[in-house]
Nanobody, 125 residues
């Protein structure tokens, strides 16, 4: 079994910053990539960012490009998402996800087998 635990969410004013963290734990698992997705009420879950574990190649959604930085700590099995210049439209539950397969799109949520319970990010106007 693999467990993902997110932390760092909260209430922030427009223009503020947050640093989300997600730690993966389990007896045995292989990480190909870890990513962040978000879901606002009434909307579909959308890709935010991902990082390939072996070489730390990163991917970002256009909506957060320039404002978000994803990073990893290999030894701690932890992925981080630094979000700056937050906007009300960033308000959502942010989910950490892990994939162990290399095939398929890095943006496709269906390719990620393990998910955290989510952490709420609320950006006030």
């Amino acid at each position: 079994q693999v467990q993902l635990v997110e932390s760092g969410g909260g209430l922030v004013q427009t223009g503020g910053s947050l640093r989300l963290a997600c730690e993966a734990s389990g007896r045995t698992f292989t990480i190909y990539a870890m990513g962040w997705f978000r879901q606002a009420p009434g909307k579909e879950r959308e890709f935010v960012a991902a990082i390939r574990w072996s070489d730390t190649v990163t991917y970002y959604a256009d909506s957060v490009k320039g404002r978000a930085t994803i990073s990893s700590d290999y030894a701690k099995n932890t992925v981080y998402l630094q979000m700056n210049s937050l906007k009300p439209e960033d308000t959502a539950v942010y989910y950490c996800a892990l994939r162990s397969t290399m095939y398929g799109s890095i943006h496709n949520a269906a390719e990620y087998a393990f998910w955290g319970q989510g952490t709420q990010v609320t950006v006030s106007s």
